[in-house]
């Protein structure tokens, strides 16, 4: 359970959202694929992890459509309709009662983050939401370095420590440096410190480059 910082709402650890107020949990474990609804074309509130991964599940296997079920939906089995349209890109979920459909969409999934080459990397190149450097000047060495000289033997490279430490840092994990796929070179980012804004927002924090895949 995880209290809303809004309404102090108490919600289940699949809520990526509040239940009440739909306040995004900036803390919550990051999913493969976010699935997201809009009431008003402006706001869009991310359903649950359960259903996020049946409707990314339909998503893949071409599905034109599924019944919302488990989760928030568990209290109105069969009311909530999914709507795919693969082709055009076009999703929605629809009250059978009601005949009101809202528009969702698909997005920030693990496609929408590309790791950089730390061979393109300057040393003084930082993430754009913490302002800390992107990788230590012996990490872009060495990154350099190996960029060059691919064909040699890995026998052949010496590194000290320090090295090692600097390019652990730099390759994975949550300070491993990514961009988003659609945004311009030089918007560099740290995985964790990118994950937790893509949660509120859809796109690059600097050019606008929608963060949306699919």
């Known amino acids: 359970m995880w209290p809303c910082v809004q ?12 239940e009440v107020c739909y306040v995004t949990d900036i803390n919550a474990n990051p999913i493969d694929v976010i699935w997201e609804w809009s009431p008003d074309n402006e706001r869009w509130i991310p359903y649950g992890k359960f259903t996020c991964r049946r409707i990314e599940a339909a998503y893949q296997s071409d599905k034109p459509q599924i019944t919302l079920k488990g989760g928030y939906f568990a209290t109105a089995p069969d ?14 979920q629809v009250n059978t009662f009601s005949r009101c459909a809202r528009p969702a969409r698909r997005r920030a999934g693990p496609d929408a983050l590309v790791v950089v080459d730390l061979a393109s990397v300057d040393s003084q190149d930082r993430c754009v939401m913490c ?4 990788v230590g000047d012996q990490a872009v060495a060495v990154a350099v370095e190996s960029a060059q000289d691919e064909d040699d033997d890995d026998d052949d490279d010496v ?11 730099a390759g994975g994990g949550a300070d491993e440096v990514v961009k988003l796929a659609r945004c311009a070179d030089g918007h ?16 690059c924090p600097v050019c606008f480059q929608p963060a949306t895949v699919g």
């Open 7 to 18: 309404c102090t709402f108490m919600n289940s650890n699949d809520s990526l959202a509040c």
């Open 79 to 92: 009311v909530y309709k999914f709507r795919l349209n693969k082709t055009d890109n076009c999703f929605y």
């Open 131 to 134: 302002q800390e450097r992107c």
């Open 159 to 169: 590194y000290d420590d320090e090295d090692d430490e600097e390019q652990q840092v």
């Open 188 to 203: 560099y980012f740290h995985r964790g410190c990118i994950t937790g804004y893509l949660l509120l927002r859809n796109h």
